[in-house]
């Protein structure tokens, strides 16, 4: 089995680097190929997404990416911007289906910066649609405003749109989820005020007719991101649009303690799919060896279970986080009184060791 090894930009081969220790410290072996993507594609071969990147991602069996950007490239024409590779991986592959889960560990109560009653035994599973919405859509740019009160000036537009196909499949597969956990799933919208999105609602409240043990609930996104604060644990599966899913998922990464414990799942309708942390490359702590490597570390764990079937494995990896987490050892971002801080390579040797226990 292959593994595209993507480490990016920022702080993304520091954490890639430990979750491949970890991968390679398993019983099972993966032949694994690294090719650079994002600004460290750009500096390489002039482009953000290299050809021989998208052709190697496009073969292996499951893709692990880091992270890109920085704000070096803002500059940049937007097509040769790191977050195109990204984008561009995702719309390639197919990888629709964005899965993320949003787990407190108990050992992080007192990281969260909500209250340790609210948070305490969160699990909540985001599903993201990620191939649609405001992000693909066309037409978009800058242009002379055709219109109405500022005609004449420079506007800036993008296009909202979904196809019925879109919001269909990413239902089905909020619906599966949902009957293999707690049953319950809120569509997160904004059908009050914008088309596509009561598109949405009515199409989801279609594809649950297939579904009638599951409950199914609608909120619009502001509550919804209100709710995620207030009372968290009230959410079963939320499954929402490419947009309201990139800002809310952020939100849900700080009731977990950190972004950096936020792991994701990018897939396909076959689960060939793309596994990455849910933050960034965070450039302002990039190169000082202190960024929490372990949403790339449940990133793998979500890879042998979801795209090459080895279940075991990633239990494995995700019982030597917990072990990890109950001695005490901490990356800044999740550190509190009276824990022990590590840097990132610290933690990686940390869980390398507690899988071989
Ligand atoms: N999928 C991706 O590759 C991806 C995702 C989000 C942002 N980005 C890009 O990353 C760059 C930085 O964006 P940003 O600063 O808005 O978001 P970010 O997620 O990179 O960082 C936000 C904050 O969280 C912290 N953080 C993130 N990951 C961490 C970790 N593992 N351990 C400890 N702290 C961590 C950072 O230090 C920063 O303070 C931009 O170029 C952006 O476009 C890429
Ligand atoms: C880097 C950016 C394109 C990306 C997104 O907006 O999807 C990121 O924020 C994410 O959450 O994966
Ligand atoms: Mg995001």
Not at 72 to 97: S, T
Not at 156 to 170: C, L, P, V
Request: hydrophobic share 40%; net charge negative; charged share 25%.
């Amino acid at each position: 089995m292959k593994i595209a090894n993507l480490p990016g930009d920022g702080i993304g081969p520091e954490i890639i680097e430990q979750a491949t220790r970890v991968l390679n410290a398993l019983d099972e072996k993966f032949e694994m190929e690294s090719a650079p993507v994002g600004g460290a594609g750009y500096e390489a071969h002039g482009h953000p997404l290299p050809e021989g990147t998208l052709k190697l991602a496009k073969e292996a069996d499951a893709v692990l990416f880091g992270a890109v950007g920085d704000w070096k490239y803002d500059k940049l024409e937007r097509a040769l911007r790191p977050e195109q590779a990204i984008l561009g991986l995702r719309k390639n592959l197919n990888l629709f289906a964005n899965l993320r889960p949003a787990i407190l560990y108990p050992e992080l109560a007192g990281a969260s910066t909500l209250k340790p009653e609210v948070v305490s035994g969160l699990d909540i599973l985001i599903i993201r649609e990620l191939t649609g919405d405001i992000y693909f859509g066309q037409p978009r740019g800058v242009r002379e405003c055709p219109d109405g009160p500022f005609k004449g000036e420079r506007e800036g537009f993008d296009t909202m749109r979904y196809a019925e196909t879109e919001i269909r499949r990413i239902a089905h597969v909020a619906f599966q989820a949902a009957r293999k956990r707690g049953k319950r799933l809120t569509s997160v919208d904004k059908a009050n005020v914008l088309e596509t999105f009561q598109f949405w609602k009515d199409i989801v409240t279609d594809v649950h007719k297939e579904y009638p043990d599951v409950q199914l609930d609608h909120m619009y996104v502001d509550n919804a991101a209100m709710q995620l604060v207030r009372a968290p644990k009230k959410f079963d599966v939320i499954v929402t649009g490419n947009m309201f899913g990139d800002i809310l998922s952020d939100a849900a990464a700080m009731l977990t303690g950190s972004i950096g414990m936020l792991p994701s799942a990018s897939l396909d309708a076959n689960h060939k799919g793309l596994y990455e942390p849910s933050h960034g490359s965070a450039p302002d702590i990039a190169g000082k060896g202190i960024a929490n490597p372990l949403a790339t570390i449940l990133s793998a764990a979500m890879m042998l279970r979801y795209s090459l079937n080895k279940a075991e494995q990633a239990d494995r990896i995700e019982n030597a986080v917990k072990k990890v987490l109950a001695q005490g050892l901490r990356t800044p971002d999740i550190y509190e009184e009276g824990t022990t801080k590590v840097g990132t390579k610290e933690m990686g040797d940390a869980v390398v060791k507690a899988l071989a226990q």
